[in-house]
């Protein structure tokens, strides 16, 4: 049980579609992440939330749009998504704690199919 | 651009060997975190290492920090099957709020 749900662990949409991912924390955390997992690829940072803040976007096509309302969820907006998005998408959290590691809790990720 | 390579990408083996993951990047990090990742899941915390040379052990399996923090490495002792997934190094910098991945390494092992 790490402490981080994310919603559907499967999702299959068509280029034209819009979908939501969810992600939601147990764990008190501050911090929320996005990640991208594909094959053969290390794991890429898509966004991260701070507080409900964005602090960093990777460079992420605006395909892929985030929302976090608050320090607990964290959701991922797709729409017009191209066939290459198809990937395992992972949500985490940590506690912002100053001068200490931001170690990240992990969900079990969506796996996403673009067709 | 920092990067963090692991080595080997793959590993095969049968229960009861020993086994080791490198970790190197030419970077220097704050700290550095292992993370193994079963399929269908996602990526489940094992250690942090802090301290260039510094050394923790988690049952079976020992993790060690580079004395210049720029490289670090996973010993396992008499693998069982229940090791089997993807192992990832994740480096830190101190005031940066994000992880740099490595590339990772999928361990089977056989009974």
């Known amino acids: 049980e790490t402490g981080v749900t994310q919603t559907p662990r499967h999702l299959v949409m068509g280029m034209t579609n819009k979908k939501s991912l969810k992600c939601e924390q147990h764990l008190g955390h501050n911090a929320m992440y996005w990640y991208k997992q594909s094959a053969k690829k290390p794991l890429e940072l898509m966004f991260v939330y701070n507080f409900k803040e964005q602090t960093e976007n990777n460079s992420v096509p605006s395909r892929f749009s985030p929302e976090c309302p608050n320090s607990s969820h964290l959701f991922l907006h797709l729409h017009t998504l191209q066939p290459e998005d198809s990937a395992l998408y992972l949500c985490a959290s940590s506690q912002d704690r100053a001068g200490l590691s931001y170690e990240q809790y992990f969900g079990p990720g969506t796996r996403l199919t673009v067709t | 651009t920092q990067l963090l390579e692991q080595s080997p990408q793959f590993l095969s083996i049968q229960e009861g060997e020993n086994l080791t993951v490198y970790c190197n990047s030419s970077s220097v990090f704050s700290s550095l975190q292992w993370y193994r990742q079963e399929p269908g899941e996602g990526p489940v915390l094992l250690v942090t290492v802090v301290t260039g040379g510094e050394v923790k052990k988690l049952k079976r399996l020992t993790f060690q920090f580079g004395d210049a923090r720029k490289d670090s490495s996973l010993h396992i002792t008499a693998a069982q099957p229940g090791d089997t997934g993807l192992y990832l190094c994740?480096?830190?910098?101190?005031?940066?709020?994000?992880?740099?991945f490595g590339t990772g390494t999928r361990l089977l092992v056989s009974p």
């Open positions: 994740a480096g830190e910098n101190t005031g940066f709020q994000k992880l740099v």
